[in-house]
Nanobody, 121 residues
Framework: VQLQASGGGLVQAGASLRLSCAAS??????IGWFRQAPGKEREFISCIGWSGGSLHYRSSMKDRFTISRDYAKRTVYLQINNLKPEDTAIYYC?????????????????WGQGTQVTVSS
């Protein structure tokens, strides 16, 4: 599967963004979103199976981040509300390698190229 992330940009604090991850097919179990800020490790945000199951969030992100999927369009979305400067990072989507998903990067493959989100204060 090939993944294409999009929807990032430069926004002011308090704004919202919806990131998209378009998949070439649905051969994976589902899609996960991660982010990586400069000098920091890649951080899990959320994942969802194509069936809508295997829905997981990083506990600290449940209030402002919402994952969803459009099965027909083979696209998974990540809605981010009330953006903060500390959300500045490259956001990546990747394919789940197990039906359960997970919060570790090694539980995913076929990483997309990432989309940059920059939040100004």
């Amino acid at each position: 599967v090939q993944l294409q992330a999009s929807g990032g940009g430069l926004v002011q604090a308090g704004a919202s963004l919806r990131l998209s991850c378009a998949a070439s097919d649905r051969t994976s179990f589902g899609i996960g979103w991660f982010r990586q800020a400069p000098g920091k490790e890649r951080e899990f945000i959320s994942c969802i199976g194509w069936s809508g199951g295997s829905l997981h969030y990083r506990s600290s992100m449940k209030d402002r981040f919402t994952i969803s999927r459009d099965y027909a369009k083979r696209t998974v979305y990540l809605q981010i509300n009330n953006l903060k400067p500390e959300d500045t990072a490259i956001y990546y989507c990747a394919a789940m390698t197990t039906v359960a998903g997970g919060d570790r990067p090694d539980q995913y493959d076929n990483w997309g190229q990432g989309t940059q989100v920059t939040v100004s204060s």
